[in-house]
């Protein structure tokens, strides 16, 4: 079941300044910083421009103040399972490949110089491990507390289920890149002619998903940099002017988390002790242990396991360049205008989206690989950080002032986060396991139905508790009136016996153990009376709580038929395709 909340939250920005280097200094119209960072400002000094963002770092950041403002919240709603994109945006020679941590490493690396992606994944794994220790201790707790509340022997399974973890996860990880317009998988060494085709597919619900592409388990933070590294290695890369090793391609480094939730069935709110008479609360408890049944002696036993699916996008952009200022030639040149090609497409869907003149035009996803892989980053159902790299050179303003202003009016764009959470039926293809679940609500709807005989049981039960009510309370209201006229009479004797007579004495003396016995009497019957009819409205709470549960079987069945049917549709379209593809 997919949480309807949604949460509605802008796109957040983040500004780099990257130092200045030697071949900055070594510009002939060298004018030291042309930006200044301030708290959530950036100056642009030569025009006296200020932008506004949701985090500025300066030259001096390191890269552990960086995760700690960025990494940390995007990895903890990664884990409860919302889908997270973090994207490094700006020019040429940045810093983004540095920022996000995806760079190749020779050696043992320096933990300061460690990027994004390692420090996320270290992060995840650690939280991952407390989750399935809290889940660990709580199954452990409740474990414990049966076996002080239970002291009779138990079957060996029941013993193995209380055991079982009720968590568990699969982390894995995939690293594409966009060489010219193309999807190429880093992390599948077979040859280019063996390899699947990579491609771009759209889901009923509009969620972007790619085809083609090798997943790799992971199983702790080493494995993540071995595959890591691995793609690194492959990725296209190339030396410019500006750049000795420049990123030719945009590269997406993808984790898939999926986690398993035991959710046990609620267990019903435990009511007072009933002041049924024994009779009637021994069949009641004799109709429950019918309608239980002999398989569901452990309640323990009863609940569904959860589901959460999130993905994790770390996109490392390719940078902007001008082919006049990196005086790339061949294939060089060709790399550089599909790059651009691809940022201009991603520059106007964040205009589309971002600029509020623009709110009805049309968002041009479909315009390029890099933009369609990104359109549920882009106003969509993702939660969403974009860190923009720029230069203080003043050599670089012009791109920096573009950079600057894409990345300001991103801020505006509004994304509708929603959490990937279903049962584990809603999710399955398996068709037996449907079948199953529609056989175990079928079984347990005949089971209500089967104990109508017991509810025409309970209702006779009621109309006879009814009647018992009507006769006591024709007694109650008869002792009533006859204590009213002996209390009349002995009012009229004392009135009367003025003159001391003893016989009048004794008539009182015998009056009065009369009257102290009927009002016992009333007072015995209106208490009964009070005990039936509170019999009465816990018979009735009881039958209205059967009905209820008849309704919710009859509709999950109906639900469950609809998908059945659904399922069978789509087979029977993928056969006809696969034997139209077969005759072709």
């Not at 994790?312 to 060089?332: I, M, N, P, Q, Y």
């Not at 520059?347 to 003149?357: K, T």
Request: charged share 25%; hydrophobic share 35%; aromatic share 6%.
């Amino acid at each position: 079941m997919k949480d309807n909340q949604a949460q509605m939250a802008a796109i957040q920005v983040a500004i780099r300044i990257r130092p200045l280097t030697e071949r900055d200094r070594a510009q002939p119209r060298f004018a030291g910083d042309v930006l200044r960072a301030q708290e959530k400002h950036v100056q642009i000094v030569p025009q006296n421009k200020y932008f506004t963002y949701d985090h500025v770092f300066g030259n001096d950041t390191y890269q552990s103040d960086i995760f700690a403002a960025l990494g940390q919240r995007p990895v903890q709603k990664f884990v409860e399972g919302y889908n997270v994109t973090m994207l490094a945006y700006g020019q040429t020679s940045s810093g983004k490949t540095y920022t996000m941590g995806t760079a190749q490493h020779t050696g043992l690396p320096d933990p300061e110089q460690i990027g994004i992606v390692p420090r996320a994944m270290s992060l995840l794994f650690d939280l991952l491990q407390q989750q399935q220790q809290q889940h660990d201790l709580a199954t452990s707790a409740s474990s414990s507390v049966s076996n002080g509340n239970q002291r009779t022997l138990r079957p060996v399974s029941q013993i193995h289920h209380q055991q079982k973890s009720t968590y568990r996860y699969s982390v894995k990880v995939s690293f594409v890149e966009i060489y010219n317009e193309e999807l190429i998988d880093l992390l599948n060494s077979a040859p280019p002619t063996e390899k699947p085709p990579v491609n771009i597919r759209e889901d009923t619900k509009g969620h972007i998903y790619w085809t083609g592409v090798k997943e790799l388990s992971v199983h702790s933070t080493d494995d993540v940099l071995c595959f890591l590294q691995q793609g690194t290695e492959n990725r296209a890369t190339g030396s410019t002017d500006m750049n000795d090793v420049s990123s030719r391609s945009h590269a997406i480094f993808s984790v898939t988390l999926k986690q398993e939730k035991w959710v046990p069935s609620s267990p019903q709110s435990s009511r007072a002790a009933s002041p049924v008479p024994s009779k009637l609360q021994q069949s009641k408890q004799q109709r429950l242990s019918m309608a239980k049944g002999p398989n569901n002696s452990n309640p323990s036993e009863d609940g569904d396991w959860v589901i959460t699916n999130s993905k994790f996008h770390f996109v490392d952009l390719a940078g902007s360049e001008r082919l006049k200022r990196t005086a790339a030639e061949g294939d060089r040149r060709k790399e550089g205008i599909n790059i651009n090609a691809g940022l201009l497409a991603l520059g106007n869907v964040i205009s589309a989206l971002g600029d509020p003149s623009k709110k009805s035009t049309h968002v041009p996803y479909r315009d390029s690989k890099l933009t369609r892989l990104l359109q549920d980053s882009l106003g969509g159902s993702a939660m969403t950080l974009m860190i923009a790299c720029v230069s203080p050179a003043e050599s670089n303003l012009s791109e920096t002032l573009n950079t600057l202003q894409y990345a300001n009016r991103a801020r505006n764009i509004k994304n509708k986060m929603e959490k990937n959470e279903m049962e584990e039926w809603m999710t399955t293809d398996n068709m037996d396991l449907l079948r199953t679940t529609i056989s175990k609500l079928k079984n347990e709807l005949r089971l209500a139905k089967s104990t109508g005989g017991a509810n025409h049981t309970q209702h006779v039960m009621i109309a006879d508790l009814q009647t018992q009510v009507e006769e006591l309370q024709g007694v109650a209201d008869f002792l009533r009136d006859r204590n009213v006229l002996v209390e009349q009479e002995l009012f009229r004797m004392q009135h009367e016996g003025n003159n001391n007579n003893p016989a009048d004495f004794d008539f009182q003396h015998l009056v009065e153990p009369v009257i102290e016995e009927y009002e016992k009497s009333i007072s015995g019957l209106e208490s009964q009376l009070a005990m039936i009819r509170a019999a009465l409205s816990h018979s009735d709470q009881g039958f209205e709580e059967q009905q209820a549960k008849i309704d919710q079987c009859e509709i999950v069945i109906d639900s469950q038929e609809k998908t059945i049917r659904e399922l069978r549709r789509q087979i029977g379209k993928l056969i006809e395709r696969q034997a139209k593809d077969e005759a072709y």
